[in-house]
């Protein structure tokens, strides 16, 4: 394909950043995935942007997030990624309808992709609970996002305008002793016992 051409896909892509598409490997490197999006896009996934442990060959369907149109690989239109915490985001809005619509709202993320993730949530309705929402029943919605995310654990927790409030709830059910905000340097102290410490930092 010629620079005009790749400029003009590049165009069209700049629009859908931060959505989700469905490619297929094309080229397996070693630090790098060279994915097909349409027969004439290409994208490419760099090791940063993978889930450690995850493995994928030639041919295998892949989900990703593009990220950007100005990959450092030349011949590639996107660059993609599944680290990101607006992926785990977007998996959540394809997964939970009460998202797509309003009704619940992801308000933050934390995540150490492949192994353990935070997501706080607000419901905007007071007839829906935002947590049991995004869990789903039997824990079915959770489960589908964590199965993309090769396993990765999800918490959800309630969000609060209280940030120690917010800390206390994703260190649960980590015991916390007492919590004093430096509002200035935006940090925390968090004093808890010994034998909660490991829970805690995990």
Same mark, same amino acid.
């Given at each position: ?107 933050? *993320? ?8 935070? #997501?706080?949530?607000?419901? %905007?309705?007071? &007839?829906? $609970?935002? !947590?049991?929402?995004? *869990? ?8 589908? #996002?964590?199965?993309?995310? %090769?396993?990765? &654990?999800? $918490?959800? !927790? ?45």
């Amino acid at each position: 394909i010629h620079d005009g051409q790749i400029r003009k896909q590049k165009n069209l892509y700049q629009e859908k950043i931060g959505t989700i598409a469905v490619g297929t490997v094309k080229k397996v490197m070693r630090d790098y995935l060279i994915i097909e999006i349409t027969d004439q896009v290409d994208g490419v996934l760099y090791k940063p942007d993978m889930i450690p442990r995850e493995n994928y060959r030639i041919d295998d369907k892949i989900r990703v997030e593009i990220a950007g149109t100005e990959p450092e690989y030349r011949n590639a239109t996107l660059q993609l990624s599944r680290t990101s915490n607006n992926f785990l985001k977007q998996l959540f809005i394809n997964e939970v309808p009460e998202i797509h619509e309003g009704s619940i709202e992801i308000k933050a *993320i934390a995540r150490d992709p492949g192994s353990r993730a935070k #997501v706080a949530v607000k419901s %905007n309705d007071r &007839r829906v $609970d935002p !947590i049991g929402a995004c *869990i789903g029943i039997k824990g079915t919605r959770v489960q589908s #996002v964590s199965n993309e995310l %090769n396993g990765e &654990r999800i $918490d959800i !927790i309630l969000w609060d305008d209280s940030p120690a409030k917010i800390v206390i709830s994703s260190l649960a059910p980590g015991e916390i002793n007492s919590i004093s905000v430096d509002e200035e340097n935006t940090s925390m102290e968090i004093n808890v016992n010994p034998d909660q410490l490991a829970q805690v930092i995990g």
